[in-house]
Structures are given as structure tokens and as C-alpha cells.
């Protein structure tokens, strides 16, 4: 199931069924009279409340309810992907691949414990954003916007922290694979390569989590939230991006020392001989040793390149871009409709 349904087109259609039904129910309700005699709209107001935040906070909560299964899908996909790339540098059959590919995986009891962190967060979330309602959770104080929220907050936050957690699973699980890695090839890391683009892609959907909850920065009372979101998220981003290259690391780090004792074994039986005038030895073997351990000595112990920090900054740049792209858009709304 997890390699026949398409994580593109799984949030889609969760996120874009969502908003059809919000708007379709908007409307059936009468809502959309009370938004547009709303008065003044201005999307960079210190003060912000009333149906139209309501509706935002609903659809941004759609986005995220579409996004976050999807990225967990993809999370276990790219992992198990991933270790069937690196069936030549494992040197593992067709049928050893399956195995470690069938071994990234996210036990129940993780899912359970996680679960029911993100859940309990949830709980405790109306009480954290201002203005705070006298009951929170009492059905008949929501509006049908509020009805959304605390429907679908429980459930974003519980995907939350299974996302954070198969991201943290798969991570560590990449490193353990890299420690059936073969002779590693110092002067050619590129068969490593796929560790990195693992980390990459963890990195690459956490970013894109951060920039959906980026679109709350548009409403007042989220501060505090979105400080603990993005702080949390971006200490994940580091992690999912050095966890699943840590392996790799320590097998560099091992093949150079192993190299570097070979070869300064050599220099020290040339430097026998080499003091030795009588000794018979070819010219050139010494300054050929110590080229190739001044070119292992260069050899990156951690298999990333320029185009890996590139495309970091370029990722840093996508809650900026959506946050902007939030702003742009709700002023065009609120030129048309206002």
C-alpha cells in the first residue's frame, strides 16, 4: 500500500476535498453575508478576530491535514527507496535488500506514545492563543468556523508528532544501514550519495511544514505557537538531515584512519631507506606517498558538497516565500471582495 498511493496526489485530495466541503458549507450556512459586511479588511492588522481570521485559521488547518499524511507516507517511501539504491554499495542481494527495506518501519507502541503527546498538545492548544474563550471545548460555543478548528487540530497535531517521529525512525534507521556499507572508495563518495539525499528530503518536507504553519503569522495570538512550532521543527531539520549521514560519517571517518596507517607505515619503511644511501629503493616512491596521504587526509569525513549547502539555503528561503505569497494573497482577497 505505502508504494501504491502517491503522496502528491494523496494530500491534494485531502486538502482540496476539505476546502470544497468549507466553502460549500460556508455558504450553505449563510456565512459568506456576515464575512463580506465585515467592513474594513486589512491583513497586516495588529488586531485580528471575528469570522474572516475564523476562516483563514480553517483553511490553513485544511492545507496542513492534507500535507502532513502525505509527508509521512513519503518519509517511510524515500527511506525504503533509498536502501534499494544502496543495494551496490551494501553489497546485499536483491532479496537482503528487501529485508533492511521492510526493517524502516514505525513500531505501534511509537505511534501510540507520540500520539498521544500531539493529542494532549491539541487539548492545551485554545488555551494557549488569545483571545482565550470562557469554554474552549464546549460545543456550544463554536462557531462553524471553530468547529473546523477543533475538529481538525486534534488530528493535525497527532500526524504532527508521527511525521517528527518517522522522520527520526528513518533517520537513525539510514545510519544502521550505513554500517553494512562495504570498502568505502575515499577519492569517490558518490555511491554515498543516497544517504544524503535521504537527509535532504527529511529536511525538504519539515521545511515544508514550517511553511504552512508560516500562514499563521498572518493572525494575532499565534506568536507564541509558532515560535514553539518553528523552534522545535528547525532542531528536527537539523536532525533529519545529519542523522541519516552520522553512519556514513563514522565510516569515513574509519576508512581514512585505516588509509592513514597504511600509508604512514610505507613512509616510515621509505624513510628507513631513505636515510640509507645504500639501500636500493626507486625514486619518487616517498613524494608518491606522501601525495596520496595529503590527498586522504582531504577527503571530506562528512559526504556532503556545495550543491548540498545550496540547496539548503534555497529550502531556507520556502517560509519566507510562503509567508510573503500569504500576505500578497489575502491583500488581493481583500482588494476583490472589500
Same mark, same amino acid.
Given at each position: 500500500?505505502?508504494?501504491?498511493?502517491?503522496?502528491?496526489?494523496?494530500?491534494?485530495?485531502?486538502?482540496?476535498?476539505?476546502?470544497?466541503?468549507? #466553502?460549500?458549507?460556508?455558504?450553505?450556512?449563510?456565512?459568506?453575508? *456576515?464575512?463580506l459586511?465585515?467592513?474594513e479588511?486589512?491583513?497586516? +492588522?495588529?488586531?485580528?478576530?471575528?469570522?474572516?481570521?475564523?476562516?483563514?485559521?480553517?483553511?490553513?488547518?485544511?492545507?496542513?491535514?492534507?500535507?502532513?499524511? +502525505?509527508?509521512?507516507?513519503?518519509?517511510?517511501?524515500?527511506?525504503?527507496?533509498?536502501?534499494?539504491?544502496?543495494?551496490g554499495?551494501?553489497?546485499c542481494?536483491?532479496?537482503?535488500?528487501?529485508?533492511?527495506?521492510?526493517?524502516?518501519?514505525?513500531? *505501534?507502541?511509537?505511534?501510540?506514545?507520540?500520539?498521544?503527546?500531539?493529542?494532549?498538545?491539541a487539548?492545551l $492548544?485554545p488555551?494557549?492563543?488569545?483571545?482565550?474563550?470562557?469554554?474552549?471545548?464546549?460545543?456550544?460555543?463554536?462557531?462553524?468556523?471553530?468547529?473546523?478548528?477543533?475538529?481538525?487540530?486534534?488530528?493535525?497535531?497527532?500526524?504532527?508528532?508521527?511525521?517528527?517521529?518517522?522522520?527520526?525512525?528513518?533517520?537513525?534507521?539510514m545510519?544502521?544501514? +550505513?554500517? %553494512?556499507?562495504?570498502?568505502?572508495?575515499?577519492?569517490? $563518495?558518490?555511491?554515498?550519495?543516497?544517504?544524503?539525499?535521504?537527509?535532504l528530503?527529511?529536511?525538504?518536507?519539515?521545511?515544508?511544514?514550517?511553511?504552512?504553519?508560516?500562514? #499563521?503569522?498572518?493572525?494575532?495570538?499565534?506568536?507564541?505557537?509558532?515560535?514553539?512550532?518553528?523552534?522545535?521543527?528547525?532542531v528536527?531539520?537539523?536532525?533529519?538531515?545529519?542523522s541519516?549521514?552520522?553512519g556514513?560519517?563514522?565510516?569515513?571517518?574509519?576508512?581514512?584512519?585505516?588509509? $592513514?596507517?597504511w600509508?604512514?607505515?610505507?613512509?616510515? %619503511?621509505?624513510?628507513?631507506?631513505?636515510?640509507?644511501?645504500? *639501500?636500493?629503493?626507486r625514486?619518487?616512491?616517498?613524494?608518491?606517498?606522501? +601525495?596520496?596521504?595529503?590527498?586522504?587526509?582531504?577527503?571530506?569525513?562528512w559526504?556532503?558538497?556545495i550543491?548540498?549547502?545550496?540547496?539548503?539555503i534555497?529550502? *531556507?528561503?520556502i517560509?519566507?516565500?510562503?509567508?510573503?505569497?500569504?500576505?500578497?494573497?489575502?491583500?488581493i482577497?481583500?482588494?476583490?471582495?472589500?
Amino acid at each position: 500500500m505505502i508504494e501504491r498511493i502517491s503522496p502528491l496526489w494523496l494530500g491534494i485530495g485531502i486538502s482540496g476535498s476539505l476546502i470544497v466541503i468549507l #466553502m460549500l458549507s460556508e455558504s450553505v450556512l449563510g456565512r459568506w453575508d *456576515a464575512l463580506l459586511a465585515g467592513g474594513e479588511f486589512n491583513p497586516l +492588522a495588529s488586531v485580528s478576530s471575528g469570522i474572516l481570521r475564523d476562516l483563514r485559521i480553517a483553511i490553513v488547518l485544511c492545507l496542513l491535514i492534507g500535507y502532513l499524511p +502525505a509527508a509521512l507516507l513519503h518519509v517511510i517511501r524515500s527511506g525504503r527507496r533509498t536502501v534499494f539504491v544502496l543495494q551496490g554499495a551494501l553489497g546485499c542481494t536483491r532479496e537482503e535488500c528487501e529485508t533492511l527495506a521492510a526493517s524502516v518501519r514505525l513500531s *505501534a507502541r511509537g505511534l501510540v506514545i507520540t500520539g498521544l503527546i500531539g493529542f494532549g498538545l491539541a487539548i492545551l $492548544l485554545p488555551y494557549m492563543v488569545p483571545p482565550v474563550p470562557e469554554t474552549p471545548w464546549s460545543p456550544s460555543a463554536w462557531s462553524p468556523e471553530v468547529v473546523w478548528h477543533r475538529i481538525l487540530s486534534p488530528l493535525i497535531f497527532v500526524l504532527q508528532w508521527w511525521f517528527g517521529y518517522a522522520v527520526v525512525i528513518v533517520s537513525v534507521r539510514m545510519s544502521r544501514i +550505513a554500517k %553494512k556499507l562495504g570498502h568505502i572508495e575515499l577519492l569517490d $563518495l558518490a555511491p554515498l550519495a543516497p544517504f544524503t539525499q535521504q537527509g535532504l528530503t527529511n529536511a525538504l518536507l519539515l521545511i515544508g511544514l514550517l511553511s504552512i504553519w508560516s500562514l #499563521m503569522m498572518l493572525e494575532t495570538g499565534f506568536g507564541w505557537i509558532m515560535i514553539m512550532i518553528g523552534g522545535g521543527t528547525l532542531v528536527l531539520i537539523t536532525l533529519a538531515l545529519l542523522s541519516p549521514v552520522r553512519g556514513v560519517h563514522q565510516r569515513i571517518c574509519q576508512s581514512k584512519e585505516t588509509e $592513514l596507517g597504511w600509508v604512514n607505515g610505507e613512509i616510515s %619503511k621509505q624513510w628507513s631507506a631513505f636515510q640509507n644511501s645504500d *639501500a636500493g629503493r626507486r625514486s619518487g616512491d616517498m613524494a608518491d606517498l606522501v +601525495a596520496y596521504r595529503s590527498l586522504v587526509e582531504s577527503v571530506p569525513e562528512w559526504p556532503f558538497t556545495i550543491s548540498t549547502y545550496t540547496r539548503l539555503i534555497l529550502y *531556507a528561503l520556502i517560509p519566507l516565500v510562503s509567508w510573503g505569497f500569504g500576505i500578497i494573497a489575502e491583500e488581493i482577497v481583500g482588494r476583490t471582495l472589500f
